[in-house]
């Protein structure tokens, strides 16, 4: 099995910044996408940043230009660098990636748990 770890939400005041993580572990034989969504309450979720496995980038035109998606491909873990967070950033941030496991020709879309982000003074 695979499983996805965040870390790294919490409170924040308006223009702050703060720095997501998010681990894959287990039967991995290569990881695809990474990525990750935002979700608010009674809202649907919605893509903030991606990252294939050669390093390129997809970004919402919300965040662009303030957050920075990136990746450790030796430790599986996928970061997203939040900077001049607004009110409006406030969500639930999932980790998303479309992993390979061993022993399958298959890939499969995993999710983290999901962790608070709230932006406010």
């Known amino acids: 099995q695979v499983q996805l770890v965040e870390s790294g939400g919490g409170l924040v005041q308006p223009g702050g910044s703060l720095r997501l993580s998010c681990a894959a572990s287990g039967s991995i034989f290569s990881i695809n996408v990474m990525g990750w969504y935002r979700q608010a309450p009674g809202k649907q979720r919605e893509l903030v940043a991606a990252i294939s496995s050669d390093g390129r980038t997809n970004y919402s035109d919300s965040v662009k230009g303030r957050f920075t998606i990136s990746r450790d491909n030796a430790k599986n873990t996928v970061f997203l660098e939040m900077n001049s967070l607004k009110p409006e950033d406030t969500d639930v941030y999932y980790c998303?990636?479309?992993?390979?496991?061993?022993?399958?020709?298959?890939?499969?879309?995993?999710w983290g748990q999901g962790t608070q982000v709230t932006v406010s003074s």
């Open positions: 998303n990636s479309v992993i390979s496991v061993i022993g399958s020709p298959r890939l499969y879309d995993y």
